[in-house]
């Protein structure tokens, strides 16, 4: 590929994770291809080429700033999900304890509502009136 339809930065791995990094990517997929490589363990280092001929500099900076923006948002989702880890694994754990607690047979109807129309309301009490549907 061209050099010219291709931006290299680097990123700050003191600021952004690397899955912060990778979701971000996986978001843009649909419009650009990457490359990274890690230089140490402070940097990564940044390729991405639009998947589109004919892009301009103007463009692929503005590509760019999508990545990064949509960066900043995968780094916020990353830090939320540390932070509620504890919370979604007691919610998701006493979903599953009340969903196996009940000894309850699926033949169980207390509310009747597996029971036919006429069996609960009787099959002669219907009214003699029609009602006409409009088209």
């Known amino acids: 590929m ?6 290299v930065f680097t990123l700050n ?4 994770s690397l899955e912060g990094v990778y979701q971000a990517a996986y978001a843009l997929l649909d419009k650009l291809y990457f490359y990274f490589d890690k ?23 503005a590509l760019k700033g999508e990545f990064l923006n ?15 880890r504890k919370v979604r694994e007691a919610l998701i754990a006493q979903a599953l ?8 047979d ?5 509310l009747g509502i597996a029971q036919p129309w006429e069996e609960k309301y ?6 003699g009136k029609k009602t006409k549907v409009k088209p």
């Open 2 to 7: 061209d050099d010219k339809n291709k931006l």
């Open 13 to 16: 791995l003191g600021n952004y």
């Open 39 to 61: 230089k140490n363990e402070k940097s990564l280092l940044a390729e991405i080429t639009p998947k589109g001929a004919g892009v301009t500099p103007a463009e692929l900076a």
């Open 70 to 84: 949509e960066l900043i948002n995968s780094e916020l989702r990353v830090t939320v999900a540390k932070r509620t």
């Open 97 to 104: 304890i009340g969903a196996s607690a009940g000894t309850n």
């Open 106 to 110: 699926y033949t169980d109807d207390p």
């Open 122 to 127: 009787g099959a002669g009490k219907k009214s």
